[in-house]
């Protein structure tokens, strides 16, 4: 379920805060600039049992079909890293507001660096639009967000990466999982073990496929017999990202949402994914395009209100359910859109945004569910994640206080209930 409290976690966004922060896990903050990483100190008994678990990993890794050679040849040289533990260490509490992380997703240089790398590359997109059927200013707006068209598509080594935090344990199985499938894609020759590199979490090149995905979904465009997405050459990676959002279904020719504006008294419980109407049945209700006009009829539609009722509506269609598939952040969904909207000639999104709000960290969130069971309207439980629950709860109790009921888990509502 999505989270309509405009809070974007760290983990589901780390190219773009990387980008924003100038820099990525092993770059240069700026150009001509060296950066000397600290030497990393490792107690020895993590490394005893690191190698511990690669030994007993090695036969899992048979197991499932990974060939004795290719094993060893991935893991010479690979080590326990504390930097990787170190960055999904520290993640959880980093938050933006949508307006934050907007601000920066479709900031001016980030639209003229799309359409920059448009104009460069028109004709491969041109015949991947052509192929797969998504739009090429779509395909543009994730290669954007995911990796600033290419400049930073992470330089550290995925193998160690990826063994580091499934010998971690915290979510084991899950980067065993994706360590068995880079296994696999080095096994098939896409690439070799040195030149497998990213982001600290495992997601690879231009495009930031994770390994399962890429073997699922990544295409041989350029027809070399390999699928290089980590080359200069972004064809095979804009490609393999176009053929994914076609598996999920992309409607081309069509938004992925529009912004639109709501009538005095409308009813907010309308709002969120699980209320879907044709724009005619929206617009006999009232809700109109930014220019006053009834939407064009683009399919089945939901009201998405991710700042409450103080920030931006949109009218969202199926194939913002697709880019969801990609990254189910709603401000990550919401980016790609409006970065291709503006890379295609479109303006800024024109209403304003609570800039004097803040987004609650976790601990803020289970407060404000406890706060709110206390007070009679039940979260349904306390776990720091902005609900169907929650919202519900938050709604009621604005209702009951004279309040716009927009289910907003904001400052301002916490506050209200301390």
């Known amino acids: 379920m999505r989270q309509t409290a405009g809070i974007v976690t760290l983990c589901t966004l780390l190219p773009l805060v ?7 896990p092993g770059v240069p903050a700026r150009e001509g600039i060296v950066v000397e990483e600290p030497e990393k100190i490792v107690p020895a008994a993590y490394n005893q049992g690191f190698d511990r678990w690669i030994n007993g990993f090695r036969g899992r890794a048979k197991a499932q079909g990974i060939r ?33 992380y907007l601000d920066s997703a479709a900031s ?43 400049t930073h598509r992470g330089t550290m080594p995925l193998i160690e990466s990826l063994a580091t935090l499934a010998y971690d344990g915290r979510r084991g199985s899950f980067f065993e999982s994706q360590l068995i499938a880079a296994l696999k894609i080095v096994q098939a020759g896409d690439v070799d073990p040195r030149a497998m590199t990213g982001s600290w979490a495992g997601a690879m090149g231009h495009t930031q496929f994770i390994p399962t995905s890429y073997l699922a979904y990544a295409v041989d465009f350029t027809g070399d017999g390999k699928r290089d997405i980590w080359s200069d050459n972004p064809a095979d990676a804009l490609a393999s990202t176009a053929a994914y959002l076609a598996r999920f279904g992309w409607q081309k020719g069509r938004p992925w949402g529009v912004e639109v504006q709501l009538p005095r ?4 419980g309308l709002t969120g994914d699980r209320i879907k109407k044709s724009p005619s049945d929206w617009a006999a209700l009232g809700v109109r395009d930014m220019d006053g006009r009834v939407v064009p009829n683009h399919g089945s539609a939901s ?15 199926k194939n913002f359910q697709v880019i969801e598939r990609y990254n189910a952040a709603d401000a990550y969904v919401i980016g ?37 069971t206390r007070a009679g309207f039940n979260t349904q439980g306390v776990d720091g994640k902005i609900g169907p629950n929650t919202i519900a709860a938050i709604r009621a109790y604005q209702r009951a206080i004279g309040m716009i009921p927009d289910g907003y888990a904001s400052l301002d509502i916490l506050k209200r209930l301390r």
Not at 265 to 268: E, L, P, R, V
């Open 68 to 100: 004795a050679d290719v094993f060893d040849r991935a893991f010479r040289g690979v080590e326990y890293n504390t930097d990787v533990i170190a960055k999904d260490r520290n993640q959880s509490e980093f938050t933006k507001t949508i307006w934050d």
């Open 18 to 24: 990387a980008e924003a922060a100038g820099s990525v």
């Open 108 to 150: 001016e240089k980030r639209v003229a660096n799309g359409r920059a790398a448009l104009a460069e590359h028109r004709k491969l997109l041109e015949r991947i639009e052509a192929t797969y059927g998504v739009d090429k200013e779509v395909v543009v707006a994730v290669w954007g967000l995911e990796s600033s068209y290419g």
């Open 265 to 268: 008294g409308f009813d907010f």
């Open 336 to 372: 790609v859109g409006h970065l291709a909207d503006r890379i295609a000639g479109g303006g800024p999104i024109r209403t304003g945004w609570p800039r004097d709000d803040r987004a609650l960290l976790f601990a803020e969130r289970r407060e404000l569910q406890e706060r709110l």
């Open 303 to 317: 009201i998405l209100m991710p700042a409450g009722a103080r920030g931006a509506a949109f009218m969202i269609f």
